[in-house]
């Protein structure tokens, strides 16, 4: 048994409704679920990093200092180490073996869940303090930006830190509030079905709404475009208009399921999930035929609502059913869990 082996889980999440709205100042409502990825870490002799994907059968070894550029899972584990040294955190020679059960490519956070788990792991071998959930997300955050090259927003990294288990959280991204909010489903039940068309934000048209969103704020005048007027917004030429439409009223839906599950009204939240899918696949133009497909199974099944979770263009699609309605073949049930932590 080696000396101080180090565990640590970064869990994935469901976005239960808010979607495309993080890196547009608005509102989102995720929650940390019990699959994800974990990371067992223990100091090595030498001041080398040493790396293993074990699902992958994969390896890399680098010096934490100035570490280079890498693709895939590679990319993850040296842009972590390069943030955590930039941040100041004394990173030495370490051995990390990297595992999970989340599927890549599912929409379901696997990135997150892997920067999670490495900083936790990382900080734990150099015995340094956690600082910050907010600020650590933001450093997760970064490595997928800068590192991994996906321009993706804040949702997942403070969904993996800050969700608590049986809530979900409420996130305003303008301010970064941030609320746990009761997720009593009564004998209702969550359920993930992946849509077999794999979702992949840098290849994707993620970056492109991205600019769209940038180019209609411009046009607007405004910082993001959840502090944009519908009215202005409504003047907007195509497709600008229907993207700003899209973030505006799912800012309103995320506020409607708050208030829908304070109440338990849980055929309003399925509607709402309904409308949520509507808006992402007629405004937002994020849905693909599989995903169409998934989400037309789940509503045979007896889905109250069923949706497109995480950032489109493929990934896994959540259903919400009603209490006799059976888990149909292939789907998960989902529910609440902790946040990344050391096991
Ligand atoms: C992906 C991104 C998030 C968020 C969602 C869409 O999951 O990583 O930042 O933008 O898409 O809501």
């Not at 409502?29 to 100091?43: H, K, M, N, R, S």
């Amino acid at each position: 048994m080696p000396e101080r082996l180090i565990r640590t889980f970064g869990p994935g999440r469901v976005n239960l409704i808010g979607e495309h709205t993080d890196y547009n100042g608005g509102l989102a409502l995720p929650f940390a679920i019990d699959l994800g990825v974990t990371v067992e870490a223990e100091p090595l002799r030498g001041g080398e990093i040493r790396a293993a994907a074990r699902d992958l059968g994969e390896s890399d070894a680098f010096a934490p200092v100035a570490p280079a550029r890498a693709n895939g899972w590679r990319a993850f584990v040296r842009g972590t180490v390069a943030e955590l040294r930039a941040a100041g955190v004394e990173i030495g020679g370490a051995r990390l073996a990297i595992a999970g059960d989340l599927p890549q490519g599912s929409g379901l956070s696997s990135s997150a869940a892997l920067e999670t788990a490495l900083c936790l792991a990382l900080l734990a071998v150099a015995d340094a303090p956690e600082p910050d959930r907010v600020d650590l997300a933001k450093l997760c955050s970064r490595v997928e930006n800068d590192w991994v090259g996906a321009e993706t927003g804040l949702l997942d990294q403070l969904a993996a830190l800050c969700c608590e288990p049986g809530h979900a959280l409420r996130i305003d991204f303008a301010t970064l509030a941030l609320e746990p909010v009761p997720l009593d489903l009564g004998g209702w039940r969550l359920v993930t079905l992946e849509s077999g068309a794999e979702h992949r934000h840098a290849a994707g048209g993620y970056n492109e709404r991205r600019a769209e969103c940038r180019a209609a704020s411009e046009a607007l005048g405004v910082e993001h475009l959840s502090a944009a007027d519908s009215t202005a917004a409504a003047g907007l030429p195509e497709p600008l208009r229907r993207r700003a439409r899209h973030v505006l009223s799912e800012n309103a839906r995320v506020d409607a399921m708050v208030a829908a599950l304070r109440t338990g009204d849980l055929r309003a939240a399925g509607e709402l999930l309904d409308a949520s899918h509507a808006s992402l696949r007629d405004d937002y133009d994020a849905s693909v035929p599989e995903v169409e497909a998934a989400v037309e199974r789940l509503k045979r099944a007896g889905a109250a609502g069923a949706r497109m979770v995480g950032g489109g263009f493929g990934g896994s699609v959540l259903g919400l059913l009603p209490p006799e309605a059976p888990v149909p073949a292939a789907a998960r049930a989902v529910a609440p869990g902790p946040p990344a932590r050391r096991l």
